[in-house]
């Protein structure tokens, strides 16, 4: 924690999703997924437009072809492209101040805001943001910090077609719009991995679709 977080709300890494949960069914505005099987929000407008633009050149100056972490054999699985925010960027500060604020998770946790970007055709098929326990290089991401709790997303801009992200267990389309959040829990309430996590950024048909993303990680983000 340094002189600027410890203004910010800590409730925990997200393992227990129960002070996270509180704080944004206390918030107005936030809308929760009527699913058992899912912890998820959404709550519209949480980033200003201007905020949003100024994110979106910062994505553009540091955006390269994505990667994933376990390699499947599909080379078409992740077409879109990624970038690493700069962490002292007072944009990038403002960001992760409005996210602390409205979910109460611990900024120690947090894994740096990535930004990504879908041109026409681009996509992430179907995932989970938790690292397969038996995947191959699950040391390699999750030795120092664990696996992934919750994650946040934020779009910035809506495309004139297509790139919903598409959450196929609970049959829930979010569409993208600027400054809109979704958060959800990667966990079920007993800590336990989630399958129904399981999402996808269908296709954009036509413009480009902008988000960023921030992880939070079991253990404080040590890389
Ligand atoms: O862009 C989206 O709608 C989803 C992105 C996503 O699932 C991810 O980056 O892990
Ligand atoms: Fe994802």
Request: hydrophobic share 45%.
């Given at each position: 924690m340094n002189a600027?977080?410890?203004?910010?709300p800590d409730l925990g890494n997200g393992l227990d999703s129960a002070p996270i949960v509180a704080r944004l069914t206390a918030t107005p505005g936030v809308q929760r997924l009527p699913s058992p099987k899912l912890?998820?929000?959404?709550?519209r407008d949480v980033l200003p437009p201007e905020l949003?633009?100024?994110?979106?050149?910062r994505i553009d100056a540091v955006r390269r072809p994505s990667t994933i972490a376990d390699?499947?054999?599909d080379s078409a699985f992740r077409t879109s492209e990624t970038g690493d925010l700069p962490a002292d960027d007072p944009t990038v500060i403002d960001t992760e101040?409005?996210?602390?604020?409205?979910?109460?998770?611990?900024?120690?946790?947090?894994?740096?805001?990535?930004?990504?970007r879908y041109a026409v055709g681009q996509e992430f098929k179907a995932h989970t943001d938790y690292f397969d326990l038996n995947g191959a290089d699950y040391h390699r991401y999750c030795g120092l910090s664990g696996n992934r709790t919750w994650t946040v997303m934020l779009y910035l801009n809506t495309p004139e077609a297509g790139g919903a992200t598409r959450f196929k267990a609970v049959d829930k389309m979010i569409q993208p719009e600027p400054g809109?959040?979704?958060a959800w829990s990667n966990r079920r309430a007993d800590g336990s991995l989630n399958p129904a996590t399981l999402h996808q950024a269908m296709k954009v048909?036509?413009?480009?679709?902008?988000?960023?993303t921030k992880w939070y990680r079991e253990l404080p983000w040590r890389g």
């Open positions: 600027l977080t410890e203004a910010w912890t998820l929000f959404v709550k949003c633009a100024e994110l979106i050149t390699p499947n054999g101040r409005h996210i602390a604020m409205l979910t109460g998770l611990s900024a120690a946790h947090g894994e740096p805001i990535q930004g990504q809109k959040m979704v048909r036509a413009g480009v679709k902008y988000v960023i």
